[in-house]
């Protein structure tokens, strides 16, 4: 039997959970830098091979970075009660919301820290990893948990939402800065579509009813396909008062990942995120489950568009905002909701690039700097990170763990978000390869000690 794709070369499984004290750094850390950086993935385990790649257990690697030092490197699997074998579906035919893979991401939010997967409750980790047990707000959350809930930089409030693929569809919460549930609707309108994200801004929450649907016929393990004849749709909703959502009708294409959210100086609602067209995602999709035909990369064909929502006229326009095949787009997060005029990804091999790289884009000029990362290296999601004092959008570092096959290892980069021109600022070195992954995050000391 041919080996599924995710679990080969820089997505193969690792077999144990490590631990490394005072790991070797090449340059000068930046004092501000005193935290602990997460990143949470899909990671069988050994002779476990799930149907899709979204399916593979959840490991959270971690580093503690403190005053110039890289004090520990350390993984541990999320345990859950699925890592146990517990089903994710009850003999009742009902989801265990407890029963998760919580492989998607990992957050700081409230004093703690949650591995998330969006269709089931989120699980808290201790800062060394190691597994508290699920977290329900206190029995107030009800819904599964998007793996994207959007923390708004003024308010310290987090927005999530929890969808399925039957009635209601979708259900809007809002957790305040100290971690309490406030807020709990449904939304009346949203159909059984694959709602991976969602864009917050400073006044407005948008909806993504896109052309990616529940069939129950589809047998990965995640039961969407792309439906020509699904009217894809986006929707803004006013973020006080009771849930009104303007819908709009926009051209096929589906969005697993928003870079930023925003109101402009006119009013108008901008949306930017990677645009997969049907191709794109089908191509993606048969890597994600190993079927025949699949490529060499699990992201294929998605690359940077623009939704301007003109809410007065009730009009969208939508144009690309570059050619490259990007994912896991990142902003400087203290922007999330404004206008921004910096974004990052990894750009995947194609359209004219042999390697991976990770790319800086300017939206303002239309100008963009990559970086090449390597021969056998990949790069993960760029988290940034702002300098101390900051004062310019861009003053900060970003983070990104690396594969690197040829060395069966792996590295921390922390490069300079203002000109990745310039040589890394500091190297920490990993005592282990750490495969592919998803999205992480750094949580500063002033969150979570």
Known sequence: ?????????????????????????????????????????????????????????????????????????????????????????????????????????????????????????PFELTPELDTVGVHDFGGRLRTAMTAHPKEDPVTGELHFFGYGPFPPHLTYHVADAAGNLIRTEVIDGAGPSLMHDFGLTANHVIWLDLPVVFDHAEQSGIPYRWSDSYTPRIGIMPRTGPARVQWFEVGPGALLHV???????????????????????????????????????????SVGHRWTFDLTAGTVREEATDDLVTEFPAINEGLLGHAHRYGYAVAFPGA??????????????????????????????????????????????????????????????????????????????????????????????????
């Open 1 to 121: 039997m041919t080996a599924k794709p995710y679990l080969t070369g820089h997505y193969e499984p690792v077999v144990d959970e490590v631990t490394a004290h005072g790991l070797t750094v090449r340059g000068t850390l930046p004092p501000e830098l005193s935290g602990r950086y997460f990143r949470n993935g899909h990671n069988p385990l050994p002779g476990v091979v799930p149907p899709h790649w979204f399916k593979g257990s959840g490991m959270v690697h971690g580093l503690r970075l403190s005053d110039g030092r890289a004090e520990w490197y350390r993984n541990r699997w999320v345990r859950t009660p699925a890592l146990d074998g517990v089903p994710y579906i009850g003999a009742d035919g009902v989801p265990n919301l407890a029963s998760s893979g919580a492989a998607t991401n990992v957050i700081g939010h409230g004093g703690r820290i949650l591995a998330l997967q969006e269709a089931n409750l």
């Open 259 to 301: 870079a930023n959210a925003y109101e402009d100086a006119a009013g108008r609602i901008v949306l930017d995120g990677p645009r997969y067209d049907r191709s794109a995602w089908e191509t993606s999709w048969k890597w994600w489950v190993g079927a025949p035909g699949h490529g060499v990369e699990p992201g294929v064909g």
């Open 352 to 449: 004219g690039l042999t390697e991976y790289h990770i790319a800086k884009f300017d939206l303002e000029t239309g100008a963009r700097q990559l970086l090449p990362i390597g021969r056998d290296r990949m790069p993960g999601e760029a988290v940034f990170v702002p300098a101390a004092g900051a004062t310019a959008e861009d003053d900060g570092y970003l983070l990104t763990l690396v594969s690197d096959l040829a060395r069966d290892t792996s590295e921390l980069l922390v490069l300079d978000a203002g000109d990745l021109s310039a040589a890394p600022v500091a190297v920490v070195e990993l005592p282990r390869r750490v495969p592919a992954g998803i999205h992480g995050s750094w949580i500063a000391d002033e969150e979570k000690n």
